[in-house]
């Protein structure tokens, strides 16, 4: 049969037997020479479906429904199609993303956007204006905004050598001195402030050369201290409970109506989007209320609590690998209404300005 075919000058692709019959495909344009020639020579067949625009077409003429769903998912095509629905940054290492987030969202990229309602001329040159940016791209690939990023090169200092002492970093107590090169100028149980020489660099007696660096460590004891002042009474801002609900209505970032004002000088702000879709965008402003409110304090009582919150933050300004030498010492007194906490917390730690885990 296939000869038949050939013979005749019809194209069959993908033949197979399967159950007994021979399996063929072959274009539109010859089926009706194919149906004569099967019939002329007396042969059994059956035909499939169509593979093709022209099928296609008939097959969508006779149903009228599935033309009409069509026709309106190509027209929402070519309707949508002129937005942005989102944008993507990439090639950035260095330069914040938050940044560029921010020119796009001044420059109307945010969510569903119309593509003629962005400049994208004026958002490259926003970009390109920010530290640290060599180069940047911005284009529309389909319905999402790319921006491609070259950032400058980073200034690279030469490596030099650098002929200089180990100063003292804090005002402490000497309890170590490791000195690899140079000559050390204290010792245990030495005081020192900021800036002292610990370790001077080793000084050569041959002309021409410089000294060699100090190459050394030295650990000294540091007392850090936290001071905090707790009158009998603090003016604070709190929530009255008052609040004002704002709704705005925006199409393709254009505000519709007008807004009522706030009638608050002060307060809290929680902003949710009710509705995003379309062009049109719902949201809705919760304003709280603050006022200016008179506290009094039972110094007394508050004098636990101050001295807690007072030991978190002086903890925080200790350098995580000091080593404890004894426990917080807390000094609480009242002077004329005014409770005064001071606490001290002493550590052994490197002092040394060569120590770069700081």
């Known amino acids: 049969m296939l000869n038949l075919l050939l013979r005749a000058g019809v194209l069959a692709e993908k033949t197979e037997w399967a159950d007994g019959a021979l399996c063929f495909v072959t274009s539109y344009a010859q089926s009706a020479l194919v149906d004569r020639l099967l019939e002329e020579n007396g042969l059994t067949y059956k035909k499939g479906g169509y593979i093709g625009l022209k099928p296609l077409m008939k097959r969508l003429l006779s149903r009228p429904f599935l033309l009409a769903a069509t026709a309106l998912s190509l027209a929402l095509v070519a309707v949508f199609g002129n937005f942005i629905y989102g944008?993507?940054?990439?090639?950035?290492?260095?330069?914040?993303?938050?940044?560029?987030?921010?020119?796009?969202?001044?420059?109307?990229?945010?969510?569903?956007?119309?593509?003629?309602?962005?400049?994208?001329?004026?958002?490259?040159?926003?970009?390109?204006?920010?530290?640290?940016?060599s180069f940047a791209s911005v284009k529309v690939t389909g319905n999402r905004l790319s921006v491609e990023i070259k950032e400058e090169l980073p200034h690279v200092t030469p490596d030099e050598p650098q002929y200089a002492a180990a100063l003292s970093l804090y005002p402490a107590v000497v309890t170590k001195v490791v000195a690899e090169s140079g000559t050390p100028l204290?010792?245990?149980?030495?005081?020192?402030?900021?800036?002292?020489?610990?370790?001077?660099?080793?000084?050569?007696?041959?002309?021409?050369?410089?000294?060699?660096?100090?190459?050394?460590?030295?650990?000294?004891?540091?007392?850090?201290?936290?001071?905090?002042?707790?009158?009998?009474?603090?003016?604070?801002?709190?929530?009255?409970?008052?609040?004002?609900?704002?709704?705005?209505?925006?199409?393709?970032?254009?505000?519709?109506?007008?807004t009522a004002p706030v009638p608050f000088d002060a307060y809290d702000l929680e902003e949710r989007v009710l509705f995003s879709a379309l062009g049109v965008k719902v949201t809705e402003r919760i304003y709280r209320q603050r006022a200016a409110k008179q506290i009094f304090h039972d110094l007394d009582?508050?004098?636990?609590?101050?001295?807690?919150?007072?030991?978190?933050?002086?903890?925080?300004?200790?350098?995580?690998?000091?080593?404890?030498?004894?426990?917080?010492?807390?000094?609480?007194?009242?002077?004329?209404n005014v409770l005064y906490s001071v606490l001290y917390y002493s550590v052994e730690q490197r002092i040394d300005s060569l120590f770069t885990a700081r």
């Open 87 to 133: 944008y993507s940054v990439k090639g950035n290492e260095q330069v914040n993303t938050s940044s560029i987030e921010s020119i796009l969202r001044e420059n109307g990229v945010d969510g569903f956007v119309w593509k003629g309602q962005v400049d994208l001329v004026a958002v490259k040159r926003q970009i390109s204006a920010l530290e640290g940016v």
């Open 186 to 258: 204290v010792r245990s149980g030495d005081v020192v402030s900021p800036g002292d020489v610990l370790v001077a660099p080793v000084h050569t007696f041959t002309e021409g050369e410089e000294a060699a660096p100090a190459r050394a460590a030295v650990w000294g004891v540091v007392t850090y201290q936290k001071e905090v002042l707790l009158p009998c009474y603090t003016v604070e801002s709190v929530l009255t409970g008052e609040t004002f609900t704002q709704r705005r209505v925006t199409f393709f970032g254009k505000e519709m109506g007008k």
């Open 301 to 336: 009582a508050e004098a636990e609590r101050v001295a807690e919150e007072a030991l978190v933050a002086l903890l925080l300004s200790v350098p995580f690998y000091a080593v404890e030498r004894g426990q917080v010492r807390v000094i609480q007194k009242k002077v004329d």
